[in-house]
């Protein structure tokens, strides 16, 4: 049974952390006197881990732990991922400073990943080998290739993969996940697609309406 006397959490609504320059932001449930669910929000390219982190809060409701690494700069104000490996490392990061800072806080029992864009289309080397530690993948605007994939579909189900997110903002996106739904649920995958077709490319006030009213379907129990 999960333990509910935590004192009340106190934090700020958005902490900055850093390791040797490695920073990772995080969006913590204020007021949490339980262990809560952790979402690691991945941004894409040309993208900032605190805009990340902005989005996914406000999609979850404010209900959950949201960390968000933090890739390579791309320019004075941006960010971006070098490779697969590279947010992987940066994943395994913001789970490392998210339980150094807020401990008990956190229910380990599974972790939502959740990447955007380019967060999404460098997710499946993660996903294959950490499927069990996050039986619930949201891709969002991006990963149509690993989507598709039944080799992909068919590994993610077999390490413990549960419930894919397929999240759109354009109509070609909403295409593009018709399809891929079918080749998830053909591995025994349960697929979600939600988002808003007028949304465009981002996370903006449109997709967080979309995410909010999807959010208790997004984590709902598991089987």
Same mark, same amino acid.
């Given at each position: 049974m999960a333990e509910t006397s935590l004192p009340p959490l106190r934090a700020t609504w958005l902490e900055w952390l850093d390791r040797g320059g490695d920073a990772v932001v995080i969006a913590p449930p204020l007021g949490a006197v339980a262990p809560t669910r952790l979402v690691v929000g991945v941004h894409g390219a040309g993208d900032r881990p605190d805009w990340s982190c902005g989005g996914w809060r406000l999609a979850s409701q404010v209900s959950v732990f949201v960390a968000c690494p933090q890739g390579t700069r791309t320019s004075a104000t941006t960010f971006a991922w070098s490779s697969s490996g590279a947010l992987e490392a940066g994943v395994l990061r913001a789970i490392e400073l998210a339980r150094a800072r807020f401990g008990k806080y956190i229910d380990e029992s599974s972790?939502?990943?959740?990447?955007?864009?380019q967060?999404?289309?460098?997710?499946?080397?993660l996903l294959r080998k950490r499927a069990a530690r996050f039986p619930i993948a949201v891709l969002a605007e991006?990963?149509?290739?690993? &989507?598709?994939?039944?080799?992909?579909? $068919?590994?993610? /189900?077999a390490g413990g993969g549960q419930r894919v997110v397929l999240v759109c903002g354009t109509a070609g996106c909403f295409r593009s996940a018709a399809g891929s739904k079918k080749v998830l649920e053909g591995a025994g995958l349960e697929v979600l697609v939600v988002g808003d077709p007028k949304a465009g490319h981002n996370l903006n006030q449109e997709m967080?309406?979309?995410?909010? &009213?999807?959010?208790?379907?997004?984590? $709902?129990?598991? /089987?």
């Open positions: 972790f939502v990943y959740a990447g955007f864009s967060g999404a289309t460098l997710a499946e080397p991006g990963g149509y290739r690993t &989507a598709g994939s039944r080799a992909f579909a $068919a590994a993610y /189900r967080q309406r979309a995410l909010q &009213a999807a959010w208790p379907q997004i984590v $709902a129990p598991l /089987r």
